[in-house]
Structures are given as C-alpha cells and as structure tokens.
C-alpha cells in the first residue's frame, strides 16, 4: 500500500499565500461579527427568532449519530436540539 504525501508548504512564498488568503477570506463582511450579536442583551436572531447558545456534554457516540443523523435529513443541530428540548420539557411538564 502506498503512502499519500503529506501536504507541506514548500517555500515561504506558500505560508504568505496561505496567511494572505485567511486574511481576506476573514475579512469579507460576512466573515465579521456583528456588534453586539453574541451579547446577553442582544441575544442572536436566527431566521427571525432570537436564539440562545447553550452548551452540555453528550457521549461521543450519542454526539456522532446526531450529527450524521440531523446531516443525513439536512437539518441544522439547532433545529433538532430545539426540538429535543420542547419534548423533554413537556415530559417534564405531564409529570407534575
């Protein structure tokens, strides 16, 4: 079996063409964050709604088939989170 070659940068000419590109790919205005945007008093609008980030630790594998799954139906982690909550919070709800 043969081996890839792995990929290096060559000369230094390289390493500027890569940081220049960053640079400018960054630099687009769709690339900056707006003022303000991730602020608790400005929480981020997604499609008209304002949203919160939330985080948590789920297992590995349990993460790994959310991902692929919500990939495979073209779904947004938010959306399937979202969904995820409001069914476990109304549980909770019939249970009081």
């Given at each position: 079996?043969?081996?890839?070659?792995?990929?290096?940068?060559?000369?230094?000419?390289?390493?500027?063409?890569?940081?220049?590109?960053?640079?400018?790919?960054?630099?687009?205005?769709?690339?900056?964050?707006?003022?303000g945007?991730?602020?608790?008093?400005?929480?981020?609008k997604?499609?008209?709604?304002?949203?919160?980030?939330?985080?948590g630790y789920?297992?590995?594998?349990?993460?790994?088939?959310?991902?692929?799954?919500?990939?495979?139906?073209?779904?947004?982690?938010?959306?399937?989170?979202?969904?995820?909550?409001?069914?476990?919070?109304?549980?909770?709800?019939?249970?009081?």
């Amino acid at each position: 079996m043969t081996e890839r070659p792995k990929a290096t940068i060559r000369a230094p000419s390289q390493a500027h063409q890569v940081v220049v590109a960053k640079d400018v790919f960054m630099s687009t205005p769709a690339r900056q964050p707006e003022s303000g945007a991730a602020t608790k008093l400005h929480p981020r609008k997604r499609k008209g709604v304002a949203m919160d980030r939330l985080s948590g630790y789920v297992p590995g594998d349990l993460a790994a088939e959310l991902r692929s799954t919500a990939a495979a139906q073209r779904l947004e982690l938010s959306q399937v989170l979202s969904e995820a909550v409001q069914l476990w919070l109304a549980r909770q709800k019939r249970k009081r």
